[in-house]
């Protein structure tokens, strides 16, 4: 008898989430949900860790681990598009909290045997974030390595690092921080990724990282199909995607609402060094497609033509179906139908 497929990590992960907010008051927990969500949607730079204590932590990795998940899986699935062959040896999550990124990372690369460190300044989000990954099925989720350190000018990451993530962090920085943050990752990695909620201050933090790592001599993987700036007229627009997400009890606690599902929405940038890209970037779509009798409208970022607008119709075959099947994020025109 052949032994049961190991489930995939994200299931994976609301397995290991499922008792975390056994004997913690639901109003506690609540309360603890409503402080974080305005931390975390990137308004009050702070100079302390803002998981505070066990039940801060619960709460945030019950509510937004599996949100943080699907949004880094996103993007790194995007990386993934563009660069296939690509495998990191090693992983550094800044500022990673209880992991959310980490788990993302086994779950893009899950046959590597990449080594994680995942460097926080919250001590009960380490501990917490080390407590579910042994009990993943993931070799590089158990093995991982948490540390305790500052996030802000006194980070140091190891020079050499295959892979940098930092996700969901620089909005709890203070301006200097965020920079010193985005250039250390820069200065070691030969992969950076970073992720922000998908609001115009978001939006603006991953310009201004994306900015920073072009001038350290990086290039633009995703979402951006160049490395030129980005044609987004600043106060008129803000780029961003959406990850669907299964909506926790907690989540309905909190929020209300009948759906068993919501939409994360995200900025990020995925960026190399020294690596060989493809020749021809596609165009990316960047907002959800409308599709209408007959046609699809397609909003783009183009490689040459900053943003575009492209209608496809019955009459492109092929093309148009694929269209139909696109979707918010994808890169157009799909693999095989340039």
């Not at 299931?11 to 409503?34: C, F, H, I, K, Y």
């Not at 921080?177 to 250390?184: I, L, P, S």
């Not at 040459?304 to 209608?311: F, I, N």
Request: hydrophobic residues 40%; neutral net charge; charged residues 25%.
């Amino acid at each position: 008898m052949h032994a049961p497929a190991p489930a995939p990590t994200g299931e994976n992960l609301r397995t290991a989430l499922a008792g975390l907010l056994d004997g913690l008051p639901p109003r506690q927990a609540s309360q603890a949900v409503e402080r974080l969500i305005a931390n975390y949607r990137g308004r009050t730079p702070t100079h302390t860790p803002v998981l505070r204590d066990r039940s801060d932590v619960v709460a945030y990795a019950a509510y937004r681990m599996p949100a943080t998940f699907e949004a880094v899986r996103s993007a790194l699935e995007a990386f993934r598009d563009r660069l296939p062959e690509w495998t990191p040896a090693t992983h550094v999550d800044v500022g990673g909290g209880t992991g959310a990124a980490t788990w993302a990372v086994a779950a893009a690369w899950p046959q590597g045997q990449h080594r994680t460190t995942v460097l926080d300044w919250a001590e009960p989000a380490l501990a917490l974030g080390g407590e579910l990954a042994r009990a993943a099925q993931s070799e590089a989720l158990r093995t991982a390595d948490w540390r305790r350190q500052t996030i802000g000018s006194g980070l140091a990451v190891p020079s050499g690092t295959d892979l940098v993530t930092v996700s969901y962090v620089l909005g709890e920085l203070t301006e200097a921080n965020r920079r010193a943050v985005t250039d250390e990752a820069a200065r070691a990695a030969r992969a950076v990724v970073l992720i922000e909620p998908g609001t115009p201050e978001g939006y603006l933090r991953i310009i201004e990282a994306r900015d920073r790592l072009i001038a350290a001599g990086f290039r633009v993987v995703a979402p951006c199909p160049h490395s030129a700036a980005c044609p987004i007229e600043p106060g008129s627009d803000w780029c961003h995607f959406a990850a669907r997400v299964s909506r926790s009890s907690l989540h309905r606690q909190v929020k209300g609402g009948s759906l068993p599902y919501e939409d994360e929405k995200f900025s990020y940038v995925a960026a190399v060094r020294d690596e060989e890209l493809p020749a021809e970037a596609p165009a990316r779509i960047v907002r959800r497609p409308q599709i209408r009798k007959g046609q699809v409208l397609l909003e783009l970022c183009t490689p040459g033509d900053g943003l575009a607008r492209e209608t496809v119709s019955k009459r492109h075959g092929a093309l148009y179906k694929g269209a139909r099947d696109a979707d918010w994020g994808d890169e157009w025109p799909p693999p095989g139908e340039a």
